[in-house]
């Protein structure tokens, strides 16, 4: 009956028992399931970049079996949510010996450790990139600024966020294009 929250249960479990901000768990499960990790949620491009009603709802019935917590921080823009494993969630996750994501471990890590502006970028160029008929970078920087012009993103750190994209396997970099890319 829990199986589906596993990998959500093991994905926070992975990060030291909790995430900070419903903007990053997203970005997190988006980001990870491209990259070949057992996530089966559908992502639609939202505000925020890919956004999945399902994993929105799943983390709600986790909050109701009380596998996880909610906890709101205001914040000067509003409120951050916090999410973390409970003693319930914790029970179900030492049920299960092998995890799913356990090849996604360090990668889990290093993603966790950016920030949602950060996590939002990369998600959002990754759709763009998977959106377009041909991956061109000069195109994929332009659609970022327009798309997201109110986050003000300039040239480095979309260039930094394809970078990343290219050196973890998320994208295959276009051997006939010049990067634009400064660092």
Known sequence: MFGKYLNVLQL??????SI??????????????????????????HLYGP??????NELEEM?????V?????????GHKYTYSITEEGKNLLQSVPNSNLE???????DLGQRDARNLELMA???????????????????NVKDLKSEQKYDDAEIGKSLEYL??????????????????
């Open 12 to 17: 926070i479990d992975y990060l030291g028992g």
């Open 20 to 45: 900070d901000g419903r903007k990053k768990f997203q970005k997190l499960v988006y980001l990870i399931q491209h990259r070949g990790g057992p996530f089966k949620e559908v992502f639609q491009y």
């Open 51 to 56: 956004f999945s009603e399902q994993l929105a």
């Open 63 to 67: 909050k109701g079996f009380r596998l």
């Open 69 to 77: 917590t909610e906890t709101p921080e205001r914040t000067y823009s």
């Open 103 to 109: 090849p996604f471990k360090d990668l889990i890590r």
């Open 124 to 142: 959002t160029t990754l759709f763009l990139s998977e959106s377009a008929r041909s991956v061109n970078e000069s195109n994929i920087v332009k």
């Open 166 to 183: 290219y050196n973890h396997g998320f994208l295959q970099k276009p051997e006939s294009e010049k990067s634009l890319i400064v660092i």
